[in-house]
């Protein structure tokens, strides 16, 4: 059973628009969530996180939220350019964990 | 600084054979992760060592995997006897703690392992 989950496979946007790309998780233990974002035959590049003591953190063109209520998050892309086109991957951690689940990524393509 | 660095890139192996993948985690880093990716599914982690010593293994998926991280600097993962669903990208990855509960890991490019 996935414990962090990201329901779209893909995603296209045009440049200069904005780009939302949503994750939901099952534990109410996660207290940590990053962003991470890849291209083919690379690793994983972190990108940005939050605690969950907020609800929002922002980074240059990327935010992320948090709806813990919801068990929630998503991650805005402002605007969006082509070398953005990866796949990203939210990932989760517990308390004081240092192993993070990652959903299944999202692959983002932004057309020019 | 150099990142994490992971030898080799690919690897193709028949059914059976013995293969050894290498992470070297960035200078300094104490923590070092191995995960993987199956079939293009979600990374799932394997296993934490803190230098030399392994902290959690609750993801290795079985005794045919051995992972070593003597003298607390470079790990290894090896996979004996290989079996053709250990096929994937095998990603290493490293932090250095910090005052903050969560460390950002550090990824290296992985290797992609073919059991043929």
């Known amino acids: 059973d996935q414990q962090v989950k990201q329901n779209s496979p893909s995603l296209s946007v045009q440049e200069g628009r904005i780009s939302i790309l949503n994750c939901d998780y099952t534990?109410?233990?996660?207290?940590?969530f990053l962003w991470y974002k890849k291209y083919p035959a690379e690793g994983p590049t972190f990108l940005i996180s939050?605690?969950?003591?907020?609800d929002k953190n922002e980074d240059g063109r990327f935010t992320v939220f948090l709806n813990k209520s919801a068990k929630h998050l998503s991650l805005h892309i402002v605007p969006s350019q082509p070398g953005d086109s990866a796949v990203y991957f939210c990932?989760?951690?517990?308390?004081?964990?240092?192993?993070?689940?990652f959903g299944p990524g999202t692959r983002l393509s932004v057309l020019p | 600084e150099a990142g994490v660095t992971q030898f080799p890139s690919h690897s193709v192996i028949e059914k059976g054979q013995t293969v050894t993948l290498r992470c070297d985690p960035i200078?300094?880093?104490?923590?070092l992760y191995w995960y993987r990716r199956v079939m293009g599914k979600e990374i799932k982690f394997l296993l934490h060592?803190?230098?030399?010593?392994?902290?959690?293994e609750s993801g290795m998926p079985n005794n045919r995997f051995l992972a070593e991280r003597t003298g607390g600097t470079y790990s290894t993962l090896k996979v004996q006897p290989a079996e053709l669903e250990d096929s994937g990208v095998y990603f290493c990855?490293?932090?250095?703690?910090?005052?903050?509960?969560?460390?950002?890991?550090?990824f290296g490019p992985g290797t992609r392992l073919t059991v043929l």
């Open positions: 990855a490293s932090s250095q703690p910090t005052s903050a509960l969560t460390d950002t890991q550090y």
């Open positions: 534990n109410s233990m996660f207290d940590y």
């Open positions: 939050i605690s969950s003591i907020k």
């Open positions: 990932a989760a951690s517990a308390p004081y964990g240092q192993n993070f689940v």
């Open positions: 200078s300094g880093h104490d923590n």
């Open positions: 060592f803190v230098k030399e010593s392994k902290q959690d």
